[in-house]
């Protein structure tokens, strides 16, 4: 029986260490200032709206994210952002279950559906 229960154990610790923050669903604009190393990259992802890149005069990450509401909801979309010796990567995401990678963002069910009948967000 121990076993069981240690093996329960690290299963319920690898989901938790999984999980994904997502910030800025209830907000109409989220903001986020980050400092940057030399070097250092940054990864934008979105599925529906524009980004803009603007040049930087220091060494911060000023990101700004609207979220148009005309079609959809506020509580439509999140944001993930994460952090890593080689810089951020800040990914909008739909979907408690959509995850957000170096590479971009992958979903696992069907948030992505019926994009057009949901809030759009500009990034700059």
């Known amino acids: 029986m121990r076993p069981i229960a240690i093996a329960a154990a690290f299963c319920l610790l690898a989901t938790v260490a999984g999980a994904q923050d997502i910030v800025g669903r209830k907000d109409r604009t989220y903001t986020l200032s980050e400092k940057l190393g030399s070097g250092a990259s940054v990864r934008i992802f979105s599925f529906s709206g524009e980004i803009a ?50 590479d971009g963002v992958h979903s696992h069910n069907d948030s992505w559906r019926n994009w057009r009948n949901r809030a759009k967000v500009a990034i700059t």
């Open 53 to 102: 890149i603007t040049e930087a005069t220091g060494n911060s990450l000023e990101f700004r994210a609207e979220k148009d509401t005309e079609r959809g909801d506020v509580e439509d979309i999140g944001f993930v952002v994460l952090r890593n010796r080689d810089g951020i990567t800040i990914c909008a995401v739909r979907s408690d279950d959509d995850d957000c990678e170096t």
